[in-house]
């Protein structure tokens, strides 16, 4: 059986913040869950695109619950203050969809010095889930969805020595390293979960070859050489809808069947409908996982507790 948007349940009630949330994925996630009834808070970087998303998704769902935070994942400032925002306006959140990324750009920095991909893919992220862990875990039954990529399977875990890749930068190589740090964080964060007795889960999205501005940023940027170029029309041709691509990030966070640290992934590698993936975990994982804690923690500032959390997000009796 497919699944599409039309199985997502009532989510009357439910907070969910959607990172990227004006265009492409993003945009028909938060789309979605609006339309399921959730109150959707709409995190981007572009105001006027984020603007523009959320007309188009009034022009569908008129009564839908919208919220437009500014949030630069490139710049932890701005991820403090986006957190803040959304931390004054809610004392719960039900669902983070870590959607936002970039791909095979050419060499850049963040503003906090960040290797930009690794940056906004993973720093960012990390940073924005740790402000927000203690809504999240304060829901009866919180998700965090984090988008990973096929490409994860060309990174490398990230070198605590060179999380950067100073002196070795290759766009493709940055973005198989971020998306597999998105990867090992996904799997990481569930083990947090559990071991901390959390209610919330953590859960992996591969949305597979989706006809996006994903590509086109990519060719235009330049980064990606004669591969970035071919991409665009490629997708174009033989890509999924990004309707269609948002349904693994979608089931992931919606599908009452769903476990912590389960994948959701279209069904032919990178394309197909959305079913349920399996997660491998070669030898090594273990050790990755622990190194992307500690260069997250040393590079951001920012520590990412569970446990710590939890015990502020449950109320003094």
Do not use: C
């Not at 973005?175 to 992996?204: D, P, V």
């Amino acid at each position: 059986m497919i699944w599409t948007q039309d199985d997502i349940g009532d989510l009357s009630g439910r907070v969910a913040v959607v990172t990227g949330a004006n265009g492409g994925l993003g945009l028909e996630t938060a789309k979605a869950l609006a339309g399921a009834g959730a109150h959707v808070v709409m995190a981007a970087r572009d105001q006027a695109k984020a603007s523009a998303a959320e007309g188009e998704i009034l022009a569908e769902y008129p009564k839908a619950s919208l919220e437009i935070v500014e949030l630069d994942l490139a710049d932890l400032a701005s991820v403090r203050r986006a957190a803040d925002s959304v931390l004054a306006g809610h004392a719960t959140i039900d669902l983070l969809v870590n959607n936002a990324g970039l791909m095979a750009m050419p060499e850049r920095t963040t503003s906090d010095g960040f290797e930009m991909q690794f940056g906004v893919n993973h720093l960012g992220h990390w940073a924005l889930t740790s402000h927000l862990l203690v809504p999240l875990l304060r829901a009866p039954a919180a998700r965090v969805v984090t988008v990973t990529s096929i490409a994860r399977l060309q990174g490398r875990p990230v070198d605590p020595d060179n999380p950067h890749l100073r002196g070795t930068y290759a766009p493709w190589k940055a973005y198989g390293q971020a998306k597999l740090a998105n990867y090992h964080f996904g799997l990481g964060l569930q083990r947090r979960f559990e071991r901390a007795g959390a209610n919330a889960i953590s859960l992996l999205a591969h949305p597979g070859l989706s006809n996006t501005g994903l590509q086109s940023h990519t060719a235009t940027e330049g980064g990606g050489g004669l591969l970035g170029v071919i991409a665009q029309p490629l997708t174009a041709v033989v890509g999924m809808s990004a309707v269609v691509g948002a349904r693994p990030q979608l089931r992931a966070a919606t599908d009452p069947g769903a476990s912590g640290g389960d994948m959701y992934a279209p069904l032919f590698s990178s394309n197909g409908p959305a079913f349920k993936r399996p997660v491998i975990t070669p030898p090594g994982t273990d050790r990755a996982i622990a190194t992307l804690w500690e260069v997250s923690e040393r590079e951001t500032g920012v520590a990412l507790d569970v446990a710590a959390a939890l015990v502020k997000a449950i109320p003094d009796d």
